[in-house]
C-alpha cells in the first residue's frame, strides 16, 4: 500500500493478477458494441435492396435510419440510471436481444412500416439499452489506463461500421437482404449475449481493484467529484454552445451512412460492392478517430481539436459535393470517419471540462438528444429532397453549409480553465 498525499491509503500499483477480470469485461464491451453499432451502420449495404423492394421515396426509407437513430440516443439517456440500480447485464442483455429480434422481424417485413417498427424501433431502443451501460462498467475496473481500456472498448463501434457493411453486402451478394438480415440478427443474439457475459459491473463486485491492483490495508478514501448540477449544466453557455452546434452537426452527420451508397450508383460508374466498399471506409476512418485523436488532444488542448473535428467534416461533405471520383469519395470517407470517431471520442471529454464528472452522465445524455434530433431529421429531409429534385446536389449544399455553420458556432466556445475558475469550479 502506499500512502497518498492525504493521508489515505491506497492500493499497491503491482502486475495485474491472472485472475484480473478488467480485461474480459473490455472483450465483453467490445463484442456488444460491434454487434449494436454493425446492425445500425450496415444500413447502406441495404439501402437500394430497400429502395427495389419498396419503391417510389426515398425519404420513407430513410425514414427507418432516422427512427432508429432519434431513438437510441433518447433511451440512452435514460438506460445509464437505468444500469446504475440493476445488474448491468440484464439492461445490456435485454438491449442485445431487442436488436437480434429487430433485424430478424425486418426481414420478414411484407410492408415499409413494418420494416420501420423492426429495425427502426426495435433495433433503435435495443441499441439504447446496451450502448452506455456497455461503456460504464469499464470506467469501473481501470483507473491508470481507464484512456486505453475505453478506447479498445469504444472501438467496437468502429469495428462494427467497418465490416458489418461489408458482411452485409457480401450475404447479400449470394441471397437477399432478407437473409442477410436473418443472418445478422442471430449472429447479433450469438454474438451480443456471449459479450454480455462477459460484463461485471465493478471490480468490487468480485473482490478486485481497479487495473488490477491488490490491497494490503483499509480501503482507500471515495474520490470525490465536483461540478455543476445537471440544472446548472444545461443552462450554462458551454452546454447551449455546444448543444447548438452539435444539433446543427448532426444533420449532415449521419447523411453519408444512408445515401453515399445511392449517390454512387445513381453516378452509373460503381457497381453496389464497390460503393458500399467505399461507405465501409467511413467505419475504418472512425475506428482511426477514435485511436488517434485523443492523445493529439491532450498535447493540442482538447476544444481546439474538437472544432478542428466540426471543420473536418465540414470540408469533406464539399468533397463528397464536388466529385464522383472512386479515390477522392474514398478520401472523403476515411477523413469523414476520422473526424466523426474524433468527434465522439471528444465531446465528452469536452463537456465533462466545463460541468465537472459530478453528474457527467446524465448530462451527457442531455447533450446526445441534439445528436439524436439531427440523426433523425437529416437523413430524412436529404431524401425527401432527392425525391422532389432527383439529385443529392442542393441537398449537399446545404449539409455543407450547416456544417460550416457549426464549426462557426463551435469557436464561441470559451477557455475551459478560464471559465471553470469563473465560475468557481478550479
Not at 465522439?344 to 438528444?369: C, E, H, K, M, Q
Request: aromatic content about 12%.
Amino acid at each position: 500500500m502506499a500512502e497518498g498525499a492525504d493521508g489515505t491509503v491506497r492500493p499497491s500499483q503491482s502486475a495485474e493478477p491472472a485472475g484480473f477480470r478488467g480485461w474480459y469485461v473490455v472483450a465483453g464491451s467490445f463484442i456488444v458494441l460491434f454487434v449494436v453499432f454493425g446492425a445500425a451502420y450496415s444500413f447502406p449495404a441495404f439501402f437500394d435492396e430497400l429502395y427495389r423492394q419498396w419503391p417510389g421515396s426515398r425519404r420513407d426509407i430513410s425514414l427507418a435510419f432516422g427512427v432508429m437513430g432519434i431513438v437510441y440516443f433518447l433511451v440512452g439517456a435514460l438506460a445509464g440510471p437505468l444500469a446504475d440500480r440493476i445488474d448491468p447485464r440484464w439492461v445490456i442483455g435485454s438491449g442485445v436481444i431487442l436488436v437480434g429480434l429487430g433485424l430478424i422481424a425486418g426481414s420478414f417485413a411484407t410492408e415499409l412500416w413494418h420494416f420501420i417498427l423492426a429495425y427502426g424501433l426495435c433495433v433503435g431502443v435495443g441499441i439504447g439499452f446496451a450502448y452506455v451501460p456497455c461503456v460504464a462498467p469499464v470506467q469501473r475496473w481501470f483507473m491508470r489506463r481507464r484512456g486505453v481500456a475505453s478506447g479498445i472498448a469504444i472501438a467496437g463501434i468502429g469495428f462494427g461500421t467497418f465490416a458489418s457493411p461489408l458482411i452485409a453486402a457480401w450475404i447479400i451478394g449470394f441471397a437477399d437482404w432478407r437473409t442477410a438480415y436473418l443472418i445478422l440478427g442471430i449472429g447479433a443474439l450469438v454474438l451480443g449475449l456471449a459479450g454480455t457475459a462477459l460484463i461485471i459491473r465493478g471490480p468490487e463486485a468480485v473482490g478486485q481493484w481497479p487495473d488490477g491492483d491488490t490491497p494490503a490495508g483499509p480501503n482507500p478514501s471515495p474520490s470525490t467529484t465536483s461540478g455543476l448540477t445537471v440544472r446548472q449544466a444545461i443552462c450554462s453557455k458551454p452546454f447551449l454552445i455546444l448543444y447548438t452546434a452539435s444539433l446543427m452537426l448532426s444533420f449532415p452527420l449521419f447523411v453519408p451512412f444512408v445515401h453515399l451508397v445511392p449517390s454512387m450508383l445513381d453516378a452509373g460508374l460503381y457497381d453496389k460492392e464497390t460503393a458500399v466498399g467505399v461507405a465501409s471506409l467511413i467505419g475504418l476512418g472512425s475506428l482511426a478517430g477514435r485511436f488517434l485523436i485523443g492523445p493529439i488532444s491532450d498535447k493540442a488542448g482538447r476544444r481546439p481539436t474538437l472544432i478542428a473535428q466540426y471543420i473536418g467534416m465540414a470540408l469533406m461533405l464539399l468533397v463528397w459535393l464536388s466529385t464522383s471520383n472512386l479515390w477522392l469519395l474514398a478520401i472523403f470517407a476515411l477523413v469523414f470517419g476520422t473526424c466523426y470517431g474524433g468527434y465522439v471520442a471528444l465531446a465528452p471529454a469536452v463537456i465533462v471540462d466545463y460541468t465537472g464528472t459530478r453528474n457527467a452522465s446524465g448530462i451527457l445524455g442531455l447533450l446526445y438528444t441534439s445528436v439524436g434530433l439531427g440523426t433523425f431529421f437529416g437523413p430524412v429531409l436529404v431524401g425527401a429532397a432527392f425525391d422532389e429534385l432527383k439529385d443529392y446536389t442542393w441537398p449537399l449544399v446545404v449539409c455543407a453549409g450547416v456544417a460550416m455553420m457549426a464549426a462557426a458556432i463551435s469557436f464561441l466556445l470559451p477557455n475551459p480553465q478560464a471559465w471553470r475558475a469563473k465560475n468557481g469550479l478550479a
